[in-house]
Every structure is written in C-alpha cells, then in structure tokens.
C-alpha cells in the first residue's frame, strides 16, 4: 500500500496534487516539458506533498490551496533531485536513467531551475506571505546543504554531528516545510504548529538515515539506485562513522581508504565491517529515536485520522526497503 492510500479521506486530495503537478509542467520549450515529466512521473511516493495535505488537514483546513501549496513542495523537491544526480553522476534514480543520463548535465540543470521558479510561481497565487517564507528560508538551507555534503565527501574524519547537520539541511528541512506550510494554511494554534514543524524535521532526519544505511543493505532492483552509490561518491554517512568509531585499526584503515578513495572497489570488505560492527543496528536505532520525537511532538494535535496517519507514515518510514 502507498502512504496516500492509508488514509481514503487525503487519497483523492493526493490525486488532486498529482493532476496539478501534471497541468503545470507545461513549457514553451519542448526539452523541458520532457525532462520535467520524466522526473516528476518517475514513480517517487510523493511523501513530502503528502504531509502538505496532512498537515493542513490535521489543522483542520477546508480550503483549496493545500493542493497547489503541496505542488510546490513537489517541484522543489523535483528540483534538488535533478541538481543532486548531476553533482552526484547518479545513473538511477528510481530504477530509471536519470535524466542526466538521458539527456544531459547541462539540461538537467536548468530544468532544475525551472521547476524552482515553477514553484515560487506557484506561491506567488497562494498569496501568503508567512508560507513564502517558511519556503524560501528552507530553499536556502537545502542549497547549503547540499555544499556542506560536497565539502565532506573523501573525508574520513567526518563527524556524526557534521553528518547529521548536512542531512538537516539536505533533507529534513523540507519536510520540516511541508509540516510546517500545512499547518500555516490551517491556521492552527501556535503550539500545534510547531509540532508538525518539528514532526517534519524529525521525520527527515530519521527518512535519510534510513535511506543511507539501504546503501549497505539492499539491491539495485529494490533500491532504484546502485547500490554502494554513497560509498563509490565518498559519502562518510553514520554506518561508516559509526564503524570507524568502534572498528579495530585494520579495519578502520580499510574505510578511511575507501572514503578517500571513492569507488566500489572496496565495497566487499566494507560491508562485512559495518555488518560485524553493529552499524546498520546503530543507524537503525538513531532513526527510531528521531521517529519517536517526531510522534511525541505531534501528542498534542486533536484526535483526528489526519494526525493518526501521519503516526503510521512515521512508523513506514523505518521499515522501508527503498
């Protein structure tokens, strides 16, 4: 079952979303319309325009705008996904070419750019001040994000707390938007949106937690991606940290080389070390702690299923395979 599915009130919203999305990717420019649809029908679950919806139903929101408003989530995220396969030389995303196997760097970038004006167009329409706030502060820490990763990667002293400071720029801070948005359309009272704030942002770090130790558990075909990806770009994600911290000296000198060195390598050996470490185990419970403050934060909503859906989302979030 998808995640929209758990829920028969917010499904039909969700398809809602997906038409919107689809009725605004049109371009002048043939090459755009390609790319973009390429991307956006890329068979992603949509989590983030989907906690746009709960949110700002949890908040007891009966208007229209949380389709569109859900929309522009969708395209920034969108966007960032075409910005980071080319910085990353990704040649999957989703069990598909990216796009800029298929078409392109340069392409692909500019799109990317598109989309983010698509969105920003979009909320111009929604003619809320505080939500093009909420969105174009999350915008800029998603790009410092996305160079703080780039600055650590091939570094081996990469701590767990720079790691879990560039996974809060990178990731969380757009679903901490999509939470927080919602609940600002809703109106809701201060307190109950800053714990959907706060439920986005812990969701997001415990979702790319998840996501990193995949990299060392599951398949291509599962995944959609290759697997090992992070360790062939550098990345010292927590599975890495973590078995360093604890691994013996041989061991600890296998992945430093490997980090360093980039590539696959190394990859057999590596993953016997984070497997005989415990580090999948670690990064598994690092996640289940951020899912548990991120349900915590959200006590104090109305008993609605709105708010019992995103507790389910909460709970899949780490229990997913890809």
Known sequence: MQPHQLNPIIEPQFNAVTDYIINNLG???PLVESIAHHIVEGGGKRIRPLLVLLAANAGGYKGSQHIPLAAVIEFIHTATLLHDDVVDNSELRRGSETANTKWGNAPSVLVGDFLYSRAFQL????????????ISHATTIIAEGEVLQLLNQRNPDTSEEAYLHVILGKTAMLFEAATEVGAILSDCPADQREGLRLFGRHLGIAFQIIDDLLDYLSDSETMGKNVGDDLAEGKATLPL?????????????????????????????????????????YARQKAAVEIDTAKAAINGLPETSFKATLMQIADLAIERTQ
């Open 241 to 281: 940290i973590h078995a360093m911290k604890v691994s013996n000296e041989d061991d600890r000198l296998v992945i430093r080389n490997a980090i360093r060195s980039g590539g696959l390598e190394d990859l057999s050996p590596v993953l016997d070390i984070v497997q005989r470490c415990g580090s999948i185990d």
């Open 123 to 134: 909320m111009v329409d929604i003619d809320r001040m505080e939500i093009m706030g909420v």
């Open 27 to 29: 371009s002048n420019v």
